[in-house]
Every structure is written in C-alpha cells, then in structure tokens.
T-cell receptor, first 119, second 109 residues
Framework: GAVVSQHPSRVICKSGTSVKIECRSL??????MFWYRQFPKKSLMLMAT?????????EQGVEKDKFLINHASLTLSTLTVTSAHPEDSSFYIC???????????????FGPGTRLTVL | SQQGEEDPQALSIQEGENATMNCSYK?????LQWYRQNSGRGLVHLIL?????REKHSGRLRVTLDTSKKSSSLLITASRAADTASYFC?????????FGAGTRLTVKP
C-alpha cells in the first residue's frame, strides 16, 4: 500500500506555543487529506477534511482558528495547533486519499500519528 | 462524529481461542474496514469489505458484513498474544472515513 508520513512523531511544548505537524503522502498524490484526533483509550475522531488548494472543512465542535490546516500541495498537508493548552494533548493522525487511477485509487492511507504533549 | 459502536468494548481471552468483535453503523456505506492499533501506535489496516460483499477472509481473519442490519463482525481465529491491541471498524461514507469506538482485545499467553 501507499505510505503516509508524519513529522514529528512526538512533540512536547509549553502552554501557549504553536505546534505544526506535517503530513506527507510519499509515493502518491493526495487531493484530499484528513486529520483525526485520538484521546487515550478512545477512538479516532475526524477533525477536518482538507482538499488541495482550498479551505479545510471542519467537523462540528472543532475550532478552525485553533487548528489551522494548510494543504498547499498534492503531497503535503500541515496542521498547526495554535496557542496550545494541556487539553490539546492528544494523538493526531493524518490520512491521505489516493486520487490517481490505479491499484490504490480512492483508498485512504493513514500516517503513523504524532503524539502532542502540552505542558 | 463517530459512525458506529463496537461490541464488546473490551475482550479478554486465552491464547488459541477465537475472538469475535462486532461493529454497527448508522448510515449507508461504500465499504467497511477494520484496523488494528497497538497502544500508542498508528493504525494497521487489516481488511476492507465492500458494501456488495458479505464475507471476506485474510489469513486468520474473517470479516462479515450485513448491510441490512448495518453491522459487521471481525473474527480472529487461533489468537496469539501478539494480537493484543485495539481493533476499530471504519466506514467510508461519501468522502471521509469514520471510526467506531473500538474493542480492546487482550490475549493472555
């Protein structure tokens, strides 16, 4: 299957700072990328869907000014947690959908996740 | 919002036994997928079953799908300690994928 990477894999920051997480599709083009958040022992909750070159669509209850998403290219989406607070500590997972006709067309592939800890 | 519920929420069995997890969902789907997640790690894709399929096998895994009941089951046969993980179903609805609450499986050696 296709590979999605995330960077960093783990980040610890002080309260009030901003943190940027990168999601890259390494061997395919992804016009659509998804960001999920997972609290300990809970399931993945979809935060937002981003399409290359357009604004992200946020799920209900997710603050768009707090979680800035940029999908500037077909292989890169970034999630910036602005003015992070301890309650933002979570596991953030991105996913990318392969839009090129072929074996993996329209399948969704997941990154390994980023563990954010806000002190 | 989450798409469905998984049952049971937690399951503890002995090595060698079979483990069955169920997933229910609410809306029409294109496909349903099962994932495994070890504690603190990323997702591992296990199997995908399309809405027009009723059963699918992959190694020790068997997945069924009943679209009339909006439910799916994942059976792991001859379980091993290494199968200990959380298992999630995920449904593809239109343009995105939604996850169930998950089942935490513990396989005791």
């Amino acid at each position: 299957g296709a590979v999605v990477s995330q960077h960093p894999s783990r980040v610890i920051c002080k309260s009030g700072t901003s943190v940027k997480i990168e999601c890259r599709s390494l061997d395919f083009q992804a016009t659509t990328m998804f960001w999920y958040r997972q609290f300990p022992k809970k399931s993945l909750m979809l935060m937002a869907t981003s399409n290359e070159g357009s604004k992200a669509t946020y799920e209900q209850g997710v603050e768009k000014d707090k979680f800035l998403i940029n999908h500037a290219s077909l292989t890169l989406s970034t999630l910036t947690v602005t003015s992070a607070h301890p309650e933002d500590s979570s596991f953030y997972i991105c996913s990318a959908r392969d839009r090129v006709p072929g074996q993996n067309y329209n399948e969704q592939f997941f990154g390994p996740g980023t563990r954010l800890t806000v002190l | 919002s989450q798409q469905g519920e998984e049952d049971p929420q937690a399951l503890s069995i002995q090595e060698g036994e079979n483990a069955t997890m169920n997933c229910s969902y609410k809306t029409s789907i294109n496909n349903l997928q099962w994932y495994r997640q070890n504690s603190g790690r990323g997702l591992v894709h296990l199997i995908l079953i399309r809405s027009n399929e009723r059963e699918k096998h992959s190694g020790r895994l068997r997945v069924t799908l009943d679209t009339s009941k909006k439910s799916s089951s994942l059976l792991i046969t001859a379980s091993r300690a290494a199968d200990t993980a959380s298992y999630f179903c995920a449904t593809a609805v239109n343009n995105d994928m939604r996850f169930g609450a998950g089942t935490r499986l513990t396989v005791k050696p």
